[in-house]
């Protein structure tokens, strides 16, 4: 692996990258489901080549950010692919693990500083897209919302500040706000990253109302439930509902005792508002 002749050269893994999500991700010949697994495959083999060779730091930037696109973007697309066809915990970790990497990267232009005009201007256009995914991806975590806190305020944009206040919103159970802010996300990809926390917010959100609401005679109505957990229709939300032990008609009945608790969490789904923000864009320019 460390003979020289068999690695490829920084800007081979360039054109190497963007030929896997330029020409092969827009392919509409096969099932997305075998592209991912080839482009994943190859693209590990690019991170394999640029360790080995330990590129320097513009270099692994620009090759890392794409690719931390692409499983973010995988993630919400095939979320809802059988598992033995996808699955979600390998690109997750693929995921965390290239978006951490970068993130270190960052930090390492800053300690040393790096004066390169060219990377500095394409850091002050995109490192906060990937700083703000950070949070997204791990809401309510604390590492996460620490870090956020102590970026310098250079690189806490709009777009990181939104992050921070969704993140801490999550973690002080205001569910509602939440759903909201994830409206508002103007990027498609960090609200698809973000949709995938939904069914575990939507199980919170029902856990809390079951007691806030707890009455054998009143109900709550269902299209008021569908606006604030940001469900596509009424029948996914009766699914969900009869799912944790809920009796819903034309409303929603919460008593306490009824919720089951040992109810796993439901997987994630795709989520329209991000659909119709995706169906606007091409993907390959989206990831590049």
């Known amino acids: 692996m460390q003979d020289p002749q068999f690695l490829r050269p920084p800007d081979v893994l360039l054109r190497t990258v963007s030929y896997l999500l330029d020409d092969i991700v827009s392919k509409k010949d096969f099932s997305w489901t075998i592209i991912y697994d080839f482009v994943m495959d190859r693209l590990r083999s690019v991170r394999q080549d640029m360790i080995i060779q330990n590129l320097p730091v513009a270099h692994s930037i620009c090759i890392l950010q794409p690719i931390v696109r692409f499983h973010a973007y995988a993630a919400y697309r095939l979320c809802e692919e059988p598992q033995h066809l996808f699955d979600p915990v390998i690109n997750t970790s693929h995921l965390q693990e290239c978006l951490k990497r970068l993130l270190t990267m960052y930090d390492d232009c800053c300690t040393n500083n790096i004066d390169e005009d060219m990377l500095v201007r394409h850091l002050k256009d995109v490192r906060p897209e990937f700083e703000a995914m950070y949070i997204l991806l791990n809401l309510g975590n604390s590492t996460a919302l620490t870090r956020a806190l102590r970026l310098p305020t250079l690189w806490r944009t709009s777009i990181v500040r939104i992050s921070i206040d969704l993140s801490l919103n999550y973690l002080h159970n205001n569910f509602v706000r939440v759903c ?50 940001i469900y596509d229709d009424s029948e996914h939300i009766a699914r969900d509902c009869e799912y944790y032990g809920l009796k819903c008609e034309s409303n929603v009945s919460f008593i306490k005792n009824d919720f089951l608790l040992n109810k796993t969490v439901l997987s994630p789904a795709h989520v329209q508002f991000v659909d119709n923000e995706f169906s606007k864009r091409s993907i390959s320019n989206l990831i590049l």
Not at 188 to 195: D, E, G, H
Not at 202 to 217: G, H
Request: a positive charge; proline letters at 6%; charged letters at 20%.
């Open 180 to 229: 909201r802010m994830m409206k508002e996300l103007q990027s498609p990809l960090l609200a698809a990253v973000t949709s995938l926390h939904l069914p575990e917010i939507r199980r919170k959100a029902l856990k809390i109302m079951s007691t806030a609401y707890n009455c054998k005679n009143l109900t709550f109505p269902l299209e008021t439930l569908q606006e604030i957990l």
